[in-house]
T-cell receptor, first 119, second 114 residues
Framework: GAVVSQHPSRVICKSGTSVKIECRSL??????MFWYRQFPKKSLMLMAT?????????EQGVEKDKFLINHASLTLSTLTVTSAHPEDSSFYIC???????????????FGPGTRLLVL | AQSVSQHNHHVILSEAASLELGCNYSYGGTVNLFWYVQYPGQHLQLLLK??????LVKGIKGFEAEFIKSKFSFNLRKPSVQWSDTAEYFCAVVFSGGYNKLIFGAGTRLAVHP
């Protein structure tokens, strides 16, 4: 149980185009989903937290107009990189949690990641 | 600011050697603590977690970790590593008050030689 998928696994796009990445919780309902970015040989950096049906909360330094997050249902969240540039090339990972608060003590389950290359 | 430190960036061991990976966090309040592992080409998987109770936590694949509150530490241990333990290990902390937000350490890359 607790499987999270991402689609696509890899995407190459031209500079200036937009790319949508999907994150799905396959066998549970995810109240909260998270989007991370992982730089080569570095740790995961949290970009934003989204709760189903409400606006995402972005971390400091993450442009919300560039990285659009939608969490329309309890099993699906999408990240759209708008007007992508080469510096947006990275590995994007989502995770999903059943709970919405620290007190619930819910574990995050991670997707396999999406490698984005912007030419 | 709340942060998580992993002191060993690269560790190289021979099979059957013992392993201890350090993890410290900077926060005086209540925390939930996690160790995740990322095998080559795979996604992050949960090794073990601590929320409350016994500070010595046992996880999958023979790993354990000990929460020492006075030292703000949550070190990962395994008495005898195997070649299949070659992976990157991430310590992560959820700090109290608010959403279930994980702060990750920089990760430790472990290579186990046969």
């Amino acid at each position: 149980g607790a499987v999270v998928s991402q689609h696509p696994s890899r995407v190459i796009c031209k500079s200036g185009t937009s790319v949508k990445i999907e994150c799905r919780s396959l066998d549970f309902q995810a109240t909260t989903m998270f989007w991370y970015r992982q730089f080569p040989k570095k740790s995961l950096m949290l970009m934003a937290t989204s709760n189903e049906g409400s606006k995402a909360t972005y971390e400091q330094g993450v442009e919300k107009d560039k990285f659009l997050i939608n969490h329309a249902s309890l099993t699906l969240s999408t990240l759209t990189v708008t007007s992508a540039h080469p510096e947006d090339s990275s590995f994007y990972i989502c995770s999903a949690s059943r709970g919405a608060s620290w007190e619930s003590g819910e574990t995050q389950y991670f997707g396999p990641g999406t490698r984005l290359l912007v030419l | 600011a709340q942060s998580v430190s992993q002191h060993n960036h690269h560790v190289i061991l021979s099979e059957a050697a013992s392993l201890e990976l350090g993890c410290n966090y900077s926060y005086g309040g209540t925390v939930n603590l996690f160790w995740y592992v990322q095998y080559p080409g795979q996604h992050l998987q949960l090794l073990l977690k601590y929320f409350s109770g016994d500070p010595l936590v046992k996880g999958i694949k023979g790993f354990e970790a000990e929460f020492i509150k006075s030292k703000f530490s949550f070190n990962l241990r395994k008495p005898s590593v195997q070649w299949s333990d070659t992976a990157e290990y991430f310590c992560a902390v959820v700090f109290s008050g608010g959403y279930n937000k994980l702060i990750f350490g920089a990760g430790t890359r472990l290579a186990v030689h046969p």
